[in-house]
């Protein structure tokens, strides 16, 4: 081109029109956090008492007003809580921890060592379930004030991953009430306190007055926790502004009203939901079930595919093992069980039973962790290939005491069950899995998987240690100790003005993030 010519064109385009401005985008209105920084939160059921001592879950509830030796930071990392330094004795006897010095109960006590060797030989001796999550912890020892050593039978690394069941007592409060009142009225660390409690209904939090707490910087200055049981009932508190989060088992077609209904969705997929073979029960009534080629067949008996895309609306993903994908546990090889009734059938009639057989009793679950609709499809499945069973859907705290064999109760030959890797070592699951029980609380008992768990807690090189979780994970698989079925979602969903809902691992959280806008 001329240079005549460019010198036009650039004229040309001088003189033109302006284009028209693109229109700004509309200001986004500037986040106003509200007055009311009162979170108003439920839950599917509640463990017995208000103190951490009676149940080894809904640590989101306890953790609003106790804190523990050590916490999870994303991924199972661990981090310093009470204690800020630790190590293991030269020995492997033990793992020392130092604490804060800054530390108070809600009592204004100070908390030291005697409070941490108090909790844990109480939990020890009490046989709380904390106890069990690691029964190689013998008791604690007093080393100085700010210092404690938690005693173990044999170097055990998986300490750090149980230690953030241990929520602390205050040892002279304790004492001084009596037990029955401490699960009543506890006090511990944390940054509220309770204000209101009753049993199997509602824990009421309120924010401490006075120095705030050493390390968690909390926003709201309330929690209330209502027990609800019946999910469509929770969510329609949700829509109706009554309730501002909820944590319970929805089912896949709530969540997706929920989300069309412009509510936020948590999803975690970390929980299967097998059905376990009750060694005991078995024993007890010589059931068909004490056959492998009958546990077999059930396994093959379930169409997990069509309950994932059914049941869980394609949230859920068929699962053969006892880790979830999440768990340094999980074995990629172990694929589940295909469907494949005919299989079925042919395994039943090798062991004897062409007809089929009908269960001894029905099949334990409750619906604050199994969807009744799960329970029904297997029921349905099972049925299919000659084998007839009753499902009996318990309230919370008398499935917790049949699962835990508490109070008398005597579990039927299956029970419905939650597997997740709780604290990335499998120590919860471990705790009901290994032969090492005591007979009213054994469920089942794979020799194999106690041994490579076992090897794994005593490993330092963490890939090697990992080998020995799939180990033990495999072993489980190859007694076929239960009825896999599926990997199920875990919905947390709360109201577009509820935020900062994280949840840094599934099952370890607490809502100092959370706050409330206008």
Not at 227 to 255: K, Y
Not at 483 to 499: A, E, G, H, N
């Amino acid at each position: 081109m001329r240079p005549v010519a460019l010198v036009a064109l650039v004229l040309l385009a001088a003189c033109a029109p302006a284009a028209p401005a693109t229109p700004a985008a509309p200001a986004q209105p500037e986040e106003r956090r509200a007055a009311n920084q009162v979170l108003r939160a439920s839950d599917s059921g509640f463990p017995a008492s208000a103190s951490p001592e009676t149940a080894a879950s809904k640590m989101h509830i306890y953790a609003a007003q106790f804190d523990a030796l050590l916490q999870f930071g994303e991924r199972f990392a661990v981090q310093p809580a009470a204690a800020e330094r630790w190590e293991m004795l030269p020995d492997g006897s033990a793992w020392r921890f130092t604490l804060r010095r800054d530390m108070t109960f809600s009592n204004g006590d100070k908390l030291t060592a005697a409070d941490v060797e108090f909790t844990i030989n109480h939990y020890i001796s009490t046989r709380a379930p904390q106890s069990t999550v690691n029964p190689n912890v013998t008791g604690a020892r007093v080393v100085d004030e700010y210092t404690v050593d938690l005693l173990t039978r044999v170097r055990d690394y998986s300490v750090l991953y149980t230690a953030q069941y241990l929520y602390l007592f205050p040892k002279r409060y304790y004492e001084a009430t009596g037990r029955d009142q401490f699960q009543i009225k506890p006090i511990g660390t944390g940054p509220y306190e309770l204000a209101d409690y009753r049993p199997g209904e509602l824990l009421v939090y309120r924010l401490r007055a006075g120095s705030p707490h050493p390390f968690r910087k909390p926003i709201l200055t309330e929690i209330r926790w209502n027990a609800i049981p019946d999910t469509s009932t929770a969510l329609a508190g949700l829509r109706a502004g009554e309730l501002d989060l909820v944590v319970s088992p929805f089912t896949a077609d709530q969540a997706d009203q929920a989300k069309r209904d412009g509510l936020n969705l948590d999803v975690q997929l970390n929980t299967s939901q097998p059905v376990r073979f009750d060694k005991g029960a078995l024993e007890r009534t010589n059931s068909p079930m004490l056959d492998k080629r009958v546990r077999l067949a059930m396994n093959y008996a379930i169409d997990k595919e069509a309950i994932a895309r059914t049941v869980y609306r394609g949230y859920g993903q068929p699962l053969g093992q006892i880790a979830p994908p999440d768990s340094v546990m999980y074995d990629e090889s172990l694929k589940p069980f295909p469907y494949d009734p005919a299989l079925a059938k042919r395994l039943l009639a090798e062991a004897g039973y062409p007809n089929g057989f009908r269960l001894n009793g029905p099949i334990d679950f409750s619906q604050s962790f199994q969807q009744p609709a799960l329970m029904l499809a297997i029921q349905d499945y099972l049925r299919q290939v000659g084998i007839e069973a009753q499902i009996e859907n318990r309230d919370f705290t008398t499935y917790y005491d049949i699962a835990l064999g508490r109070g008398g109760r005597t579990r039927n030959e299956l029970i419905a069950g939650n597997i997740a890797d709780n604290n990335g070592f499998f120590s919860l699951q471990r705790s009901l899995l290994t032969c090492e029980l005591p007979p009213a609380a054994l469920i089942w008992c794979a020799p194999e998987f106690d041994r490579n768990y076992q090897l794994a807690q005593q490993e330092p090189d963490p890939q090697r240690r990992a080998q020995y979780l799939r180990a033990a994970n495999k072993a489980y698989v190859d007694d076929v100790g239960m009825i896999f079925t599926v990997l199920i979602p875990q919905f947390t969903i709360s109201t577009p003005k509820t935020r900062g809902v994280k949840l840094t691992t599934p099952f370890f959280w607490n809502a100092d993030t959370i706050y409330k806008v206008e």
